[in-house]
């Protein structure tokens, strides 16, 4: 069986941002182990060599001649959908010339592999690097706003109302983005929720964490839905290196601070926040009188590069040595710190399962997209996390860090924290859900290309 699975020859296409390509590249991993042959394309946009850290990778790089400048005069959004454009005949001329591919599996966001599989009669699945309540939210979104259900962003009371027939979330939960026109929106949501011809969908996701969307998500679109997450969590031969460099100084410090003591703050690699946020935040952690490790990404406040321009109460409060600030931290690390006792966080999906894995309850900030999904996971389905919402000011942030740090309630959302952790653990296990998911996956790839 094993020599046999070396005959098949995988394409693997993630999307080229930060937070999509690191379950990707733990899916390539493990399948590898598994006998097969897989070839990784990249683009050109965002492209940083990883190739040193899987060696038993192949890795392609398409010249799509689109930049961080592209990104910057189209907008997310559009750049998106121009990449799937530009990038659909590249990947035609190189299949034409490689013709021994047997099976393609491409993330959701570059959904131009489909289109190209199909005209070459290559079996195919999606991967999906987000929950499966996105999925299903990005579907329900569509749905509501084909029917003019869905009220304008201004109006403020009515987007607290909850969507009907999707519990508990609120039309203000849906997956909105700042980053360009509901319109343009759609259309991207549209192609990636085209999935009805797809071998299947596999979810950086787990049964014991979204079961009932799981479900939902294989009636919806008719196909197998592989739940093989937490992918981080699988025993794959090498760790996607991050494309900041991660300060480790922190973890020194967080040695010196007291079990269960430190709020880590970060918005992830994508997230901006406004000066005026940024400023209110800092005075809060300044008041909670909490030890605090905040990751302040070069660009993640909007006008400013460093927090030089942050009050000097804030400044002297961690020279004093009370709070720590890094440009990039090893994040897995730092969650998994005795000392970190909970996670102020923008609610990407890498981000809360690594904070689910590590049992570590968190303060919800989401900004865009699929972060509000999860933020109503994270604090009405799972209870363990809270959201701040509305405008940010010092005091609520002092009262979410006392909540989550000092108070009897924080300790009770540590505790179903913990236990959500060894679910997790459980399920990918051997014998629990997301492995048997992963030898699911494999065996049906095997059937579909003999």
């Known amino acids: 069986m094993e020599e046999e699975n070396r005959q ?51 890795f392609v790089t398409i010249d799509d001649g689109l930049s961080k400048a592209d990104v910057k005069s189209l907008g997310l959004l559009e750049f998106v959908l121009k990449l799937n454009s530009v990038c659909e005949s590249l990947l035609k001329e190189f299949l034409t010339i490689h013709d021994d591919v047997d099976f393609i599996i491409h993330d959701e966001f570059v959904y131009f592999p489909r289109h190209v599989a199909e005209e070459f009669n290559i079996p195919k699945m ?29 109006a403020r009371s009515q987007l607290e109302e909850m969507v009907p027939e999707f519990s508990p979330f609120r039309f203000k939960d849906l997956p909105f983005t700042a980053y360009g026109s509901i319109k343009r929106l759609m259309v991207l949501y549209e192609n990636i929720s085209n999935r009805y011809t797809s071998s299947g969908i596999i979810h950086n996701s787990s049964n014991c964490l979204e079961d009932s969307f799981i479900l939902t998500a294989q009636d919806k679109w008719g196909v197998p839905v592989y739940p093989v997450g937490p992918l981080h969590m699988t025993n794959s031969t090498a760790s996607c290196p991050s494309s900041f460099e991660e300060e480790r100084s922190c973890l020194d410090w967080l040695d010196t601070q007291k079990t ?14 406004k000066e005026i946020e940024a400023v209110e935040m800092a005075m809060g952690f300044v008041q909670s009188n909490q030890p605090f490790l905040w990751v302040l990404r070069p660009g993640s406040i909007i006008g400013q590069e460093s927090f030089a321009f942050l009050p000097e109460q804030f400044r002297q409060t961690v020279t004093d040595g009370r ?30 399962l690594e904070s689910i894995s590590s049992g570590v309850p968190m303060i ?5 997209g699929d972060q509000r999904v999860n933020a109503r996971l994270m604090s009405h389905v799972w209870q363990t996390a809270f959201e701040i919402e509305g405008e940010l000011k010092r005091e609520n942030v002092e009262i979410a860090v006392m909540r989550l740090i000092v108070e009897h309630e924080g300790e009770e959302m540590r505790m179903r924290a913990i236990r959500l952790k060894e679910k997790v653990e459980a399920s990918v296990g051997v014998g629990g859900s997301s492995h048997s998911s992963l030898n699911s996956l494999v065996d049906k790839i095997i059937s579909l290309t003999s």
């Open 8 to 58: 098949r020859r995988l394409l693997m296409v993630p999307a080229p941002f930060e937070g999509h390509l690191p379950g990707m590249m733990n899916l390539a991993s493990y399948l590898s182990s598994q006998g097969f042959l897989i070839t990784i394309i990249r683009t050109q946009f965002n492209f940083k060599d990883i190739s040193a850290h899987f060696p038993h990778l192949n």
């Open 126 to 154: 999606v991967y999906s690097p987000a929950s499966a309540a996105t999925s299903i939210s990005r579907y329900v979104l569509m749905e509501n706003q084909s029917s003019g259900l869905v009220p304008p962003q201004e």
């Open 260 to 273: 269960n003591s430190v709020i880590y703050i970060s918005i992830g690699s994508l997230a901006m926040t």
């Open 323 to 352: 709070g720590f600030v890094v440009n990039w931290a090893p994040q897995k690390e730092v969650l998994n710190h005795r000392a970190v006792g909970g996670f102020w966080n923008h609610c990407g999906w890498n981000s809360s």
């Open 364 to 368: 919800c900030r989401p900004y865009s």
